[in-house]
């Protein structure tokens, strides 16, 4: 059974970075998707950055020029580093990875990121 577990998350000033991680716990298949999602309370969850099959990245508009997506497959991680932060881009943090990009096999618990 594979977990998904985040780090990194925290509270940060306006136009600062953190670095997320989400470290599985077993192997997970090179030709799953994974990506890193965000939802505030009250809304729905919504895509940050996804890597697809054909190893594509993938930005929501809101991140683009700001936000990077990267997989290292040989230690099972997936980063997401995050600079000149908003407070918009405040948001519980997950990562989930699967066969598809609508078709998650595994998500993580999420991680808090504040920015203030």
């Known amino acids: 059974h594979v977990q998904l577990v985040e780090s990194g998350g925290g509270s940060v000033q306006v136009g600062g970075s953190l670095r997320l991680s989400c470290q599985a716990s077993?192997?997970?298949?090179?030709?799953?998707?994974v990506g890193w999602y965000r939802q505030v309370p009250g809304k729905a969850r919504e895509a940050v950055a996804t890597i697809d099959s054909d190893g594509i990245a993938t930005y929501a508009d809101s991140v683009k020029g700001r936000f990077t997506i990267s997989q290292d497959n040989a230690k099972n991680t997936l980063n997401l580093q995050m600079n000149s932060l908003k407070p918009e881009d405040t948001a519980m943090y997950y990562c989930?990875?699967?066969?598809?990009?609508?078709?998650?096999?595994?998500w993580g618990q999420g991680t808090q990121v504040t920015v203030s």
């Open positions: 989930a990875a699967g066969p598809t990009l609508n078709e998650y096999t595994y």
């Open positions: 077993g192997e997970i298949s090179s030709d799953y998707c």
